[in-house]
Each structure stands twice: as structure tokens, then as C-alpha cells.
């Protein structure tokens, strides 16, 4: 049986990424893990690229700012790819939305709190 010297022993270029990590940054890479920025907002690039690619709107882009902020400026997860966390977050909550819409077109949400056609089967 032969043993191992891990000091001497070769790295392969995969695992040398992982150890050469340093604090907040790595050699592989120059971004900063960090918590979202409290004044974080998405880049003009990636509105854009969010309408040429996916049709959305950027007023909807937009209006999913707040409660993408709310939920990880409460968590303090550190990151280091806010804007494209943001570009997933809105590409998300797009395809939810147009989900819904195909699924109940033409339903208020009041007529959905007070739809009771599920009881009409029931035999009571």
C-alpha cells in the first residue's frame, strides 16, 4: 500500500477554484459574497433583456423590486449575483402569473374567495 503526501499531492484545476477561496472572494472569481445592498436596484441591461427575452413589461419588473428586497434584506443571505438572483426572481413570478391567468381567465379574486361551487357535489 502506498500513502498519499496531500501537501505534495497534485490538485486538480476543479477543487483549486474551491481552494483558494479567500474571505469574501475567490481567485476564480472577483465578484464580493455579500448581503443585498440596501439600495439594490436591477440594471437597465437586465429589464431590458427581461422584455426582449421574455416579453415582460418593465413596469413589472419593477413592481417585484419590494418583495424581492423585503425577503433578502430580512434573510442577510449573502450572494454574489443579486441581478441575476432579481432576473430569476421576475422570470418566476412571470411564468406564476400567466399560469394563473390561463388557469381562471376571466375571475376576479373576489369571485374566487367567494366561489362555493366545490360544495355543489357534496351531499349533505
Do not use: C
Not at 496531500?6 to 476543479?14: E, K
Not at 443579486?82 to 412571470?94: D, E, G, L, P, S
Not at 381567465?105 to 351531499?123: G, I, M, N, V, Y
Request: no cysteine; net charge negative.
Amino acid at each position: 500500500m502506498w500513502e498519499l503526501d496531500a501537501a505534495t499531492a497534485p490538485v486538480p484545476p476543479v477543487f483549486a477554484r474551491t481552494l483558494q477561496t479567500t474571505s469574501h472572494t475567490t481567485a476564480f472569481s472577483s465578484a464580493a459574497i455579500e448581503p443585498l445592498p440596501e439600495d439594490f436596484m436591477p440594471e437597465v441591461a437586465y429589464i431590458e433583456w427581461l422584455q426582449q427575452h421574455y416579453g415582460i413589461p418593465p413596469s413589472f419588473t419593477l413592481e417585484q423590486l419590494p418583495d424581492f428586497k423585503l425577503y433578502w434584506l430580512e434573510t442577510g443571505e449573502a450572494r454574489k449575483a443579486w441581478q441575476n438572483k432579481f432576473k430569476n426572481h421576475v422570470i418566476y413570478q412571470w411564468k406564476r402569473q400567466q399560469s394563473e391567468r390561463e388557469q381562471n381567465p376571466h375571475r376576479t379574486t373576489a369571485e374566487k374567495l367567494t366561489d362555493t361551487s366545490w360544495a355543489d357535489s357534496l351531499d349533505i
